[in-house]
Nanobody
Framework: QLQLVESGGGLVQAGDSLMASCSASGRDIHDYSIAWFRQAPGREREFVSA????????IYADSVKSRFTISRNNPKNTAYLQMTSLEPDDTAVYFCAANLRQVSREVGQYNIWGRGTHVTVSA
C-alpha cells in the first residue's frame, strides 16, 4: 500500500547539483528504511545510498560518498537525495525504494519502488 514517487531529476552540466525527492503515500514513511538506487542503460541497478527509519544509520556507495547526501523528513513523508559535483557517470534513472527492515545495499531487500526520476549530466 505504500507508494513512492520520485521527483527532482533533470538535465545538468558536470559540476552542478540536484535534489531528488521521494514522496510517500499510503503509509507513514517512518516505518520504512529508504534507499536510493540508480540504473543506466545496459547496466545493473546500482546501490547509491540508504537511511534507516530514524536516520540512525546512513550508508553510501563508494562512488558517491562525499558528493551525495541522503536525508528524510518523516512528518512530511519525504526522503531526499542531495547530489552535488555531478559527473557524467552519474547519468541514470534514480529510484527510491523502501522496506520494513534494516538498510541494505542489495536490490532484492527492497520490495517497494518508485518509477524513477531521470538525471542526465553532460560533460
Amino acid at each position: 500500500q505504500l507508494q513512492l514517487v520520485e521527483s527532482g531529476g533533470g538535465l545538468v552540466q558536470a559540476g552542478d547539483s540536484l535534489m531528488a525527492s521521494c514522496s510517500a503515500s499510503g503509509r507513514d514513511i517512518h516505518d520504512y528504511s529508504i534507499a536510493w538506487f540508480r540504473q543506466a542503460p545496459g547496466r545493473e541497478r546500482e546501490f547509491v545510498s540508504a537511511i534507516s527509519r530514524w536516520a540512525n544509520r546512513v550508508i553510501y556507495a563508494d562512488s558517491v560518498k562525499s558528493r551525495f547526501t541522503i536525508s528524510r523528513n518523516n512528518p512530511k513523508n519525504t526522503a531526499y537525495l542531495q547530489m552535488t559535483s555531478l559527473e557524467p557517470d552519474d547519468t541514470a534513472v534514480y529510484f527510491c525504494a523502501a522496506n520494513l527492515r534494516q538498510v541494505s545495499r542489495e536490490v532484492g531487500q527492497y520490495n517497494i519502488w518508485g518509477r524513477g526520476t531521470h538525471v542526465t549530466v553532460s560533460a
